[in-house]
Structures are given as C-alpha cells and as structure tokens.
C-alpha cells in the first residue's frame, strides 16, 4: 500500500490508455512526420543551401522534438478527464496515494513518446537523416530526449490540471506544435526575423535541439548541452511544483 | 475496533445502544464564498442502519457528503466514522468507506473486469486475488456478461452498479451513495434498490442522499430532511408522515363533490362519518383512505414542495 505499487497500476492504466487510443498515438506520430515530409521534400532543396547541408539532418532533431512534445501535450486533457469526470474524487476517498494518478499519466507519456520518437527517426532515416553519434552520444540523445519529454509532459499535466474545460486542456496540443517555429527547429537563428532572433536563440527548446544536433553529428557542444541540461532541470522542478500544488488544491474544491 | 471487521455485530454498550455510531456529526458547517452550505448539521446513524438524507437541490447534500468522505474539511464542527475522526484521521477513515457519487467515476477505456482489477490492486491484493474478487463482484451486480466490454460502453445503470461494485472490493462497513438513482429509469432504480436492500442485511451502514421521497420510503430506516443546509426533521418515514397529519377520508359524493375528512385510523370514526352521511341524505359514491405521504411531509416540513427535477450538472 505504499506509493510505488500504486504508481506503478496506474502507469500500466495510463499505458493501457494509449495503447486503445491509437488514434491519438497514430496523430502523435503522423503529424510530426508529415510537417517533416513536408519540409523535407517540398522546400528541402531550397533549404539544403540555408543550412549549409543535408536539410534532413538538419531538421530531424526539432521534428523529434515537434513529436515528444505533441505527444506529451495529450497528458494535458487526459489528466483533466480524470479530474473532471470524478476519476482521483474516488481515488481520493480510497486508502492509497492519490497522486500516483499523475505519476501513471507522466511515466507512461515518457514510454509512448520515445517510442513513437524513435518511429520518427526511422522515418527520418529513409529521408536521408545520417547520424553519425558513437554509442555513448546516442545513450545522451536517448537520456536527453527522455528528459525533454519528462519535463514537457510536467507542464502540460499543470496545464491539463489548471485548464477549466477539455477545450482549454486541449489547446496545450497547439502550443506543443507550433512552439518549435520559434526555435531552430526548422530555420537557424540567423534567418529568422529580428524580432524572433533574440527569443529563439535563447529559448530552451533551441538549446536541446543544438544539443540533440551536436550529439547527432557526433559533435556535441559541452556548453550547450550545459545550459539545455540547466533549463530542463528549472523547468521541470517548477513544473512539478506547480502540478503538485495544483493537483493539492483541485482536492479542496 | 470492535466495528472495523464486524459489521454485523456492533458491540452494544451496556444500555443496549451501539457502542459506537457508525456516522456521527456535530455543528457541521461549510460555506463557499457568502453562501452557507450547511449550517449546523448533527447527525448520530447506528452500525447498519440505512440512512436517508432527503433533500431538494442545492439542499447541501453533496457537500456534507464531500465532508464525511474526507474529501473536504468543515469550517467548523466534527465528524467521525466508527469513532475515527475525519479531519485528524483521514486515513483511517479511508479504510472503513466507500463513496458511489453522482457521476459514476469509472474508467471508460477500460473493461468492467479491468476496472475492478485495478482498484483491487490499488487496494494492495495481488493479480490473482484482484480477479476473484472482480468476478465475484461482476456476478453478485449481474455484469458478469459485461465482463469484457469496455466501461464507455456501458448504459448509465451499468456503470453505477459497477461503480457501487468498485467500492465494495474490499467490503467496507459504511458506504455513502450520493443520489444512487438520478437520472435512472425505472427498472435500473429497482436494481438498485435491490443492492442497497442486501447491503442492509449483510449490516452495513448505507448512507444516501435523494431527492426522491419514495426512495426514501423505501429504502430508509431513517430519513433527515435537509434543507438550506440544516436538518429540519428526522425519524422514520412513518414518524415523518405522522408530523405531518393523521390520515384522512376522501369521499365522493353522488353529485360529484369530493369532500376530506380527517380520521385517526379508527374504524368507529369511519363508521360515524359514512352513518352522518347516510343521514343527511346524501348518498356517497366511493370513498378512499389517504394516509400522508412523504410529500405532504416534505411540503409541512420545509414551507415548499421536494423538486424531483434532475441535477442540472
């Protein structure tokens, strides 16, 4: 009856969930695939010459990303229904820890998502993606992936948790795929807008994309991987705060 | 402790009173913004007494029941389940309730049978043990068939009985039912009220609200009318009625004229009624006797009629 046993029924609940929504799973995965065809193939050839290289090389770690974090955004209206349809009300009336609801929906988001991550990569590699990573950087791109998609889902089980309706605990899904437009994902930061230039440079997303890059191409840049390893960590401790307080409080109503 | 395990047999104190209420509350007060929710609710239910809180909406009911499932606290006043106290001792009295509220919190992606697995597991049984006494329970609230079908296909019946079924995997002494039936149709309530019926005599406690006054009548040992947060009457559904009135003579008049009049349940009064009749010459057609009903009561009791509408959430 301690937490851990508790969490670990509902990751397998959460688990479950995925597995008989492949509809949402399928999106998840085609969506990012698409947007990369899309680039890849429609303005690839005029890209090519952007970022002085192969596009798809070039792209493939921002569409990784697109998906983790499209796919984790469905954390948001998942923790809502459970909240908003009495699901944790009876958790909370039974002897157990009722959090572990949360923990099920967080670690389960971080298994799909790798999976369907890795799905996107071999789509990428029929592109024409060519990593050239040892071992070792690949266990980095793998743990750093994890992480984004770990703290990514935090934030969106805060938002599904603040969110006052499924509209509102839907819309995570709409930040989660335009917010790498405004990274490196697609463009590097010397072609962007000026306005944008200072923003994308600097935002977390871009550092775990160069990270992902640098370690992709087997040329990780120790500083970046640094400070794309620092935001991760401030932003999900205050992610989890904040859903633990939130998750707290949505207990008083 | 004498409680915990036996709801059957409540240890009775000397006077030959239950040792120990299974639901008791004194000065329950809640507010929400400048609205008072409940203002000064007492109550003191026996171990394995069926206990009805009648009430119209926004009466307060759902709130008080919030309050003795540990979901929410009081502003002021205390509660206890079988002596454990709600406030200081949660946990415990986590472990002695069940709850099936309004809206059947089951999971729709998953089956009957997974469902009641995994709040088994929860629980802290094992696989094996989980799915005996899933199938027992799928058995004894006939779902059995629907074993394998997935919650979000069930019909609102189906899902309340699984609801109820969920709650009672580790066969709690007190179970609170927040309107069981709103919402159902007939045949579903009568279920329905079958299952509370059992529950009673394997004696356990049931506490539930309605808004129904003959589920009330029917299921009840006693019933507390709540109203604008406070309990304006309580007894049995016979004490209620009696409050209310004694019963009455309805006789229809050749000419058509219906006339009331009121009796004791005496047959001397009836004979004396007919007889004056007979003599004033005028002929009567048919007669019947009324007793008051829970509605009469509710009307007497509380200044306006019970509302029987459904829950607008």
Redesign the interface.
Known sequence: MTALPASIVFTRRSVVHSLRNLDSLVTAIVAPVAIMLLFVTVFGAALDTTVGGAYADYVTPGVMLLCAGFGAALTATAIHADVSKGFVERLRTMPIRASGVIFGHVFASVLRNLVSTAAVMLVAVALGFRPTASPAQWIGIAGLLAAYILVFTLIAAAWGLAAKSVDSAGMFSFIALFLPYLSTAFIPVERLPDFLEGFAAHQPLTLVIESLRGLATGEPDTATLLRAGIWLAALGLAAAILTTTLFRRAAKR | MTTRTAPHGAALASDGRPAQPAIAASGLRKRYGDREVLAGVDLDIPPGQVFALLGPNGAGKTTLIRIL????GPDAGTAAVLGHDLVRAP?RV??L???T?Q?????E??TGM?NLV??G????RRKRAAAERAEELLAEFDLADAAKR?VGLYSGGMRRRL?LA?GLIDAPPVIFLDEPTTGMDTRSRGALWNVVARLASQGRTVFLTTQYLEEADALADRIAVLDRGAIVASGSAAELKRRVGTESIELVLDDGTVVRETTDGDPERLREVLNRYHREGRAVRTYAVKTPTLDDAFLTLTGHAATTEESPR
């Open positions: 499932t540990t979901l929410t946990a986590r472990k309730i069940s709850v509220g809206y059947a919190s089951v999971d992606e998953l997974e995994m709040i597991r929860l629980l802290g997935r609801d969920a």
